[in-house]
């Protein structure tokens, strides 16, 4: 065996996992590799312990399908929050930007994906049931915030069909610049989108 | 209870553990978890083993002192790098800098720290009986990379009057403006010792 073909399989299989995770690099996961193993054991075996419990004892909310330790989600149990508005989201990290923004006060509901026929996911894969069984609530608001691309355009237009007759509201999230950003950056069809629904004023 | 007080400790516990990772913000953090709590029981439960495997099978190479799952690194086991050429730095991390450079041959001393009195560091805590062992083997050279503050600097200096007469040669890294840098964005430090260091041309 040459010198040079020495591996050192644990550091690397350590680095390759977290370089695994989403917007963690390689130089990223090298300093966390090389930090996790400068902590005491006790430090690494607990994170390592966190890991595996969360994974076991976190499962989906009865209610929206967020996850959850319990039997419904903090948000589904909030009181305050109104029960019959109802954000439909993909996955549950959807949430979060809203929960961050502090400004929505209803309740959610996670598909767990989209209609994606070349992926095989059909309306049968997804969390609809308990949708449909929601939408029968008195006066129920659903905001569809599904992702813009095809696949989220169908999932919301299936929605739309399936609740056809039914008193049910239905909205989409409004599309356009994004706050903030400079207009030479803004890609063409979100300008696009912006110009269709400009808002008259004055 | 109030309906607000209702907590997800779990949830809570693993983004609060992984923000606690460095250069993990909390919003990376709530992703991470997310995205962990997304994948398969087995990739979560390999990812914690391999972080436990990791942390109980890698020390310190007997050597150098870089993390090894060996007896020594793949560096000090490398029959093409320079045995006599030995760059001091103060923790294993900082090795992935010159490796990642790919422009040194030689191989490493992992001081495991800098002498700093106020944090109650001295000599005896760090591995200075090795470093003065591998200065005795025949034409040395101790190339010192050590952080550039008042800890390192006194670490430096000491190294310097230990081997006071020894026939070993010792340098340090060049101090000067960062490669790719924009002269007004530099630090005033930097610049005085760019200045003192400069070099003639032609």
């Known amino acids: 065996m040459l010198d040079a073909d020495i591996k050192e399989t644990l ?76 954000c439909v989201v993909e996955k549950p990290a959807d949430i979060l930007a809203f929960e961050r923004s502090g400004s929505y006060l209803g309740v959610y509901h996670v598909l767990g994906g989209t209609i994606s026929p070349l992926d095989g996911i059909g309306p049968g894969d997804l969390n609809f049931a308990r949708l449909w069984e929601r939408s029968r609530q008195s006066q129920v608001e659903l905001i569809l915030a599904l992702n813009t691309n095809a696949e989220g355009e169908a999932t919301a237009s299936y929605i739309v069909q399936k609740l056809q007759g039914m008193p049910v509201r239905i909205s989409r999230l409004a599309r356009g610049i994004p706050v903030g950003s400079e207009l030479e950056y803004v890609d063409e069809l979100t300008v696009q989108r912006a110009l269709e629904s400009r808002v008259e004023m004055g």
């Open 11 to 86: 550091i690397e299989n350590l680095i390759g996992q977290l370089a695994g995770l989403p917007s963690i690099g390689r130089k990223t996961a090298q300093r966390l590799a090389y930090h996790i193993l400068a902590q005491d054991s006790s430090a690494v075996n607990e994170l390592a312990r966190t890991l595996t419990d969360a994974k076991s004892r976190i499962h989906a909310c009865a209610s929206c399908g967020n996850y959850t330790e319990r039997e419904t989600c903090r948000i589904c149990g909030n009181g305050r929050r109104q029960q019959n508005m109802i």
